[in-house]
T-cell receptor, first 115, second 115 residues
Framework: EPEVTQTPSHQVTQMGQEVILRCVPI?????FYWYRQILGQKVEFLVS????????KSEIFDDQFSVERPDGSNFTLKIRSTKLEDSAMYFC?????????????FGPGTRLTVL | GDSVTQMEGPVTLSEEAFLTINCTYT??????LFWYVQYPGEGLQLLLK?????DKGSNKGFEATYRKETTSFHLEKGSVQVSDSAVYFC??????????????FGKGTTLSVSS
């Protein structure tokens, strides 16, 4: 069964460093998402991406964040200068092409630890 | 804005006990409602969903009914197993809201089932 994959599973970085989190969505999906979950808190929406551009973003997704689909398979989240409060689990998700089919399929997540 | 409230955990039950996890929502449009489950060390998996009022979603013995009059989507299972131990998230997605495709999650409820 197709699944969303994410790498790495755990990333440790120093404050101020750039990180890139990688996701491979399900191959025929067209809508892509990033969410994050700070330890002990709810899962929060960051950004959605469709047709090679951001379709919506939350207030969390500030200028330090960017997303890219560099080729036909990968979908990346970049944090330019990490802060301690960026430490969280980051989930990628994708959705099938039918706009009325709003089920999202999630990857296993990347745990980001900022020291 | 749209929001989801679910009961705080942890919920601790013995095997074969009855499970209820409460979830209520606030939405301005016509949301679809979801329950996602996160097993230890894994990503979010869709457990069940309902797309309109009075729909009942069901899967793996779990059920939830979309109640528009009480804005609720409570998760139930008649007889839990140890393997049901996980974190359960209630979520909504409002297709007709301008911020429509993002999933809005509750905080999650940890279920622990002992034999």
């Amino acid at each position: 069964e197709p699944e969303v994959t994410q790498t790495p599973s755990h990333q440790v970085t120093q404050m101020g460093q750039e990180v890139i989190l990688r996701c491979v969505p399900i191959s025929n999906h067209l809508y892509f998402y990033w969410y994050r979950q700070i330890l002990g808190q709810k899962v929060e929406f960051l950004v959605s991406f469709y047709n090679n551009e951001i379709s919506e973003k939350s207030e969390i997704f500030d200028d330090q964040f960017s997303v890219e689909r560099p080729d036909g398979s990968n979908f990346t989240l970049k944090i330019r200068s990490t802060k301690l409060e960026d430490s969280a689990m980051y989930f990628c998700a994708s959705r099938p092409p039918d706009p009325l089919y709003n089920e999202q399929f999630f990857g296993p997540g990347t745990r980001l630890t900022v020291l | 804005g749209d929001s989801v409230t679910q009961m705080e955990g942890p919920v601790t039950l013995s095997e074969e006990a009855f499970l209820t996890i409460n979830c209520t929502y606030t939405a301005t449009g016509y949301p679809s409602l979801f329950w996602y489950v996160q097993y230890p060390g894994e990503g979010l998996q869709l457990l069940l969903k309902a797309t309109k009022a009075d729909d009942k979603g069901s899967n793996k013995g779990f059920e939830a009914t979309y109640r528009k009059e009480t804005t609720s989507f409570h998760l139930e299972k008649g007889s839990v197993q140890v393997s049901d131990s996980a974190v359960y998230f209630c979520a909504l997605s409002d297709l007709y809201n301008q911020a429509g495709t993002a999933l809005i999650f509750g905080k999650g409820t940890t279920l622990s089932v002992s034999s």
